[in-house]
């Protein structure tokens, strides 16, 4: 938390966060911080159901 208050404190005093920079999480600490490859796999799971919706839906046909 004091690393986010210390970026955000530079960011809003400097414009930039460069006298924070080594404070920053780099991109492979951020992708396991936010546990991208659960996140990746959830995407890739419903992108396939809505794929299979789409489908079952395009063949529907309503008769009056």
């Known amino acids: 938390m004091r690393a986010i ?3 955000l404190t530079a960011l ?3 414009g930039d966060v460069s006298r ?3 404070r920053l999480a780099d991109f492979n600490e951020r992708q396991r911080f936010v546990n991208k ?3 990746d796999a959830l995407e890739e799971r419903h992108r ?3 794929r299979r919706l ?3 839906s395009a063949s ?3 008769s009056r």
């Open 20 to 22: 924070s920079i080594d």
């Open 48 to 50: 396939v159901e809505l």
């Open 54 to 56: 789409t489908r079952a």
């Open 12 to 14: 809003k005093l400097d």
């Open 60 to 62: 529907l046909t309503i």
């Open 5 to 7: 208050t210390d970026v």
């Open 37 to 39: 490859a659960i996140d």
